[in-house]
């Protein structure tokens, strides 16, 4: 079955902290795809990565840089957390012209 | 600037009813469309399709139908099911050398009840 895995489900951080989230697909996809899921704003674009050492800011990057070494593995990294960060952060994958598969997402909490 | 709007936040139906979703756009470069369902905790899965050259695309219970004139799309499900309750996410692509981003609506939740 293939998947998108996202390594937590659920983090507590403190302000100020470094925080790495890991997804990793298994599908051989070219694309990956960070979003973060706020009530009532819907999922918002990040960073996308479509090959290796590849990337491009979404709609919302300030706060966040990305990480894609190997083409199965996407890192979002916050610098510098805080508390307007903390929220559903959701992993996805696709090929150029496909449809999307997300992971199960991370609760992160900053605190 | 939001691209891809879902006006409705809540949208409550009886089971056996038809749910009607909706989504308006604004880019006329959208060429493909897309609804996701997302449960709780967990990540969104795709639920059904439609490319800008048709106006209906169906799947079983679940019909989407675009208006490109109206740059409006809806879904419709029937009958509605009491697990059909979910948040329901519309979503668009851009031609061009978009890498296949998809700009997302605000999401609508959906209760139905039994």
């Known amino acids: 079955d293939v998947k998108v895995t996202q390594s937590s489900r659920y983090l507590v951080k403190r302000t100020g902290e470094k925080v790495f989230l890991e997804c990793v697909q298994d599908?051989?996809?070219?694309?990956m795809f960070w979003y973060r899921q706020d009530p009532g704003l819907g999922l918002r674009l990040i960073y996308f990565?479509?090959?290796?050492?590849?990337?491009e800011k979404g709609d919302i990057p300030e706060g966040y840089s990305v990480s894609r070494e190997k083409k199965e593995r996407f890192s979002l990294i916050l610098e510098s957390a805080s508390t307007n960060q903390t929220s559903m952060y959701l992993c996805?994958?696709?090929?150029?012209?496909?449809?999307?598969?997300f992971g199960s997402g991370t609760r992160l909490t900053v605190v | 600037d939001q691209q891809v709007k879902q006006n409705s936040p809540s949208l409550s139906v009886q089971e056996g009813r038809i749910s009607i979703l909706n989504c308006d756009y604004t880019?006329?470069?959208?060429?493909?469309f897309l609804w996701y369902k997302k449960y709780p905790a967990e990540g969104p899965t795709f639920l059904i399709s439609?490319?800008?050259?048709?106006d209906k695309n169906e799947d079983g219970r679940f019909t989407v139908f675009l208006n490109k004139s109206a740059k409006h799309l809806s879904l419709h499900i029937v009958p509605s099911q009491p697990g059909d309750s979910a948040v329901y996410f519309c979503?668009?692509?851009?031609?061009?050398?978009?890498?296949?981003?998809?700009?997302f609506g605000q999401g609508t939740i959906l209760t139905v009840h039994p």
């Open positions: 599908m051989d996809h070219e694309n």
């Open positions: 439609i490319s800008s050259i048709k």
């Open positions: 996805a994958s696709s090929f150029s012209l496909g449809r999307y598969t």
């Open positions: 880019n006329s470069m959208f060429d493909y």
């Open positions: 990565s479509y090959d290796v050492k590849m990337k």
């Open positions: 979503a668009a692509k851009g031609g061009g050398t978009s890498y296949g981003k998809l700009t």
